[in-house]
């Protein structure tokens, strides 16, 4: 099991010894251009844990965590506390500061990677750490190196069609041709292994589904999942209500619906499943939803 270390005297490029302030100012500023940069999400996402690791400011370290309000730190807080001896007074103010902002820089990269739910965590260890001085110890890492591996491997789940699977490919193999390598030879290789699975398991669903969907019931199925960006709630109450207007379902009763989505890990065990109902026709069926249906039913 890899480990990784901290020291909170340590720093990496951020901070100079002599003007915490002024480097905390400057911490702030990187974040916000980060924040307005187009990069994706995970981009941005290691890159403000980056800047957090060399926060030494309270202020700008709750500020930051206010980012990612999907992930719940009051246990974790709690956690850190019982291990920095408060009553032997061993830290400044700025040290105490800095361990909860490197322990929660890396709890959000885990959290990161360990969601959503149903994808393959072989590569993740659960989060634990240690505080021995000046020192603080994970037992595992949480890297961009490993967060590459981890989409790679959990590709299926990430990415939703051919195009993003072709252009993630070419993305790696432009990196390999541009540093003369063969770096990503591997992961180009398991990639278009994945991509020709992709194909072949929505033949595979479609042909074990037409007890649910009638005629081109299951494509359509499959195009709103792939262009919807809504909670799964929002989008699967649209794509079964609409189905159903249409008449391109055999059954339509929630419990059934439900199932088959289960059964293809399309869902898990949402929330939303003990309301026992999908959204109703008056309330899902929007003009908004219903233009961005009608494009992709023509295409």
Same mark, same amino acid.
Do not use: C
């Given at each position: 099991?890899?480990? /990784? ?6 720093f ?8 915490? #302030?002024?480097?905390?100012?400057t911490?702030?500023?990187a &974040? ?8 994706e999400?995970?981009?941005?996402? $290691?890159?403000?844990t980056?800047?957090?690791? #060399? ?26 506390g =019982?291990? &920095?001896?408060?009553k /032997? ?9 800095r361990?909860? %902002? ?8 885990y959290?990161c990677?360990v969601?959503p ?9 659960? @989060?634990? @750490?240690?505080?021995n001085?000046?020192?603080?110890? +994970? ?8 967060l ?6 959990? %590709? ?9 699977f072709?252009?993630?490919? !070419?993305?790696?193999?432009?990196? *390999?041709?541009i ?5 990503? !030879? ?5 990639l278009?292994?994945?991509?020709? =699975?992709?194909e ?6 479609? *042909?074990?589904?037409?007890?649910? +969907? ?24 649209? &794509?079964?209500k609409?189905?159903? /207007? ?7 009763? +929630? ?6 989505? /289960?059964?293809?890990? $399309? &869902?898990?065990? #949402?929330?939303w ?16 939803r219903?233009?961005? $249906? ?6």
């Open positions: 099991m890899a480990t /990784q270390k901290f020291n909170i005297t340590s990496k490029y951020l901070i100079k010894k002599n003007d915490k #302030e002024n480097d905390n100012k911490i702030f500023y &974040i916000k251009k980060v924040l307005n940069s187009e990069e999400y995970y981009s941005k996402l $290691f890159a403000i980056e800047f957090m690791l #060399e926060i030494t400011n309270i202020d700008l370290l709750e500020s930051t965590l206010t980012l990612f309000k999907e992930i719940e730190f009051k246990l974790l807080y709690s956690e850190i =019982n291990k &920095i001896n408060f /032997q007074k061993l830290y400044s103010e700025q040290e105490v500061n361990i909860y %902002a490197i322990v929660y820089a890396n709890f959000i990269r959290s990677l969601n739910a149903n994808i393959d965590n072989e590569l993740i260890n659960d @989060f634990k @750490f240690s505080v001085f000046k020192e603080i110890i +994970f037992t595992d890492n949480y890297t961009f190196s490993k590459s591996k981890h989409i790679i491997l959990n %590709a299926g789940k990430y990415l939703k069609s051919e195009l993003e072709k252009r993630l490919i !070419k993305q790696l193999s432009r990196q *390999d041709l540093n003369d390598s063969n770096t990503y !030879k591997n992961y180009i290789e398991f278009q292994i994945e991509k020709n =699975n992709l072949s398991k929505d033949d595979l669903i479609g *042909d074990e589904s037409q007890d649910v +969907f009638k005629e081109d019931g299951f494509k359509l199925f499959l195009k709103w999942d792939k262009v919807s960006k809504e909670d799964k709630y929002h989008k699967y109450s649209f &794509i079964f609409r189905l159903q /207007q249409d008449d391109k379902l055999r059954k339509s009763d +929630f419990k059934t619906i439900v199932s088959w989505l /289960q059964e293809h890990k $399309f &869902i898990g065990e #949402e929330k499943i003990a309301t026992g109902h999908f959204i109703t026709p008056v309330n899902i069926l929007t003009k908004g219903n233009i961005l $249906f009608d494009s992709i039913e023509l295409k």
